[in-house]
Antibody, heavy 122, light 106 residues
Framework: QVQLVQSGAEVKKPGASVKVSCKAS????????INWVRQAPGQGLEWMGWINPNSGDTNFVQKFKGRVTMARDTSINTAYMELSRLRSDDTAVYYC???????????????WGQGTTVTVSS | DIEMTQSPSSLSASVGDEVTITCRTSQNIRDFLNWYQQKPGKAPELLIY???SLQSGVPSRFRGSGSGTHFTLTINSLEPEDFVTYYC?????????FGQGTKVEI
């Protein structure tokens, strides 16, 4: 079945970096954008950006520019999100999610990973 | 960026009630509005896309409507499993902003 499986929980110190992976299965990985969404404890959802697995093109929210890197390895159907210079307010659950329609961002995200908890604490 | 205003932030209802959640956007987004349901400790799930299209497998008691800047999610005849949190999200332009969420409580 179509699914996204993310890497496990991480605990990091302030100033460190974290890299979260998202492995896709059950569909053509290169055909669907992968989004990254995060949720701080007790808070709402925050869209961070997307990567086009086919081209490697990325687009992300201005507030993360300079700190976030999104990449993919098509040989193993895996997308990655790396966040650097971590702060305590980066503590959150990070989700990857697939666009519903191949090549189109307009129709929502229909397949989600299980989430990766990232805790930033000294 | 397109700003999302979702209301109410929480509401109380009973099993069998009908409830409506509203989402307003700061710009005309045509019908590029999606609704998600999130259960505690779980990833969100897509309920409605393109303002009014029901995602496969979602019960017909969920209905989305609206276009432009004003959208609604209506749940009729609430079931016990519906007492969770709902989010709207615009997919018209980047960044694909979410509403603040609505928690439906018993």
């Amino acid at each position: 079945q179509v699914q996204l499986v993310q890497s496990g929980a991480e605990v990091k110190k302030p100033g460190a970096s974290v890299k979260v992976s998202c492995k896709a299965s059950g569909y053509r990985f290169s055909g669907y954008y992968i989004n990254w969404v995060r949720q701080a404890p007790g808070q709402g959802l925050e869209w961070m950006g997307w990567i086009n697995p086919n081209s490697g093109d990325t687009n992300f929210v201005q507030k993360f520019k300079g700190r976030v890197t999104m990449a993919r390895d098509t040989s193993i159907n895996t997308a990655y999100m790396e966040l650097s210079r971590l702060r305590s307010d980066d503590t959150a659950v990070y989700y990857c999610a697939r666009d519903k329609v191949s090549g189109s961002p307009f129709y929502g995200m229909d397949v989600w990973g299980q989430g990766t908890t990232v805790t930033v604490s000294s | 960026d397109i700003e999302m205003t979702q209301s109410p932030s929480s509401l109380s209802a009973s099993v069998g009630d009908e409830v409506t959640i509203t989402c307003r956007t700061s710009q005309n987004i045509r019908d590029f509005l999606n609704w998600y349901q999130q259960k505690p400790g779980k990833a969100p799930e897509l309920l409605i896309y393109s303002a009014s299209s029901l995602q496969s497998g979602v019960p017909s008691r969920f209905r989305g409507s609206g276009s432009g800047t004003h959208f609604t999610l209506t749940i009729n005849s609430l079931e016990p499993e519906d007492f969770v949190t709902y989010y709207c999200q615009q997919s018209y332009s980047s960044p694909r902003t979410f509403g603040q969420g609505t928690k439906v409580e018993i």
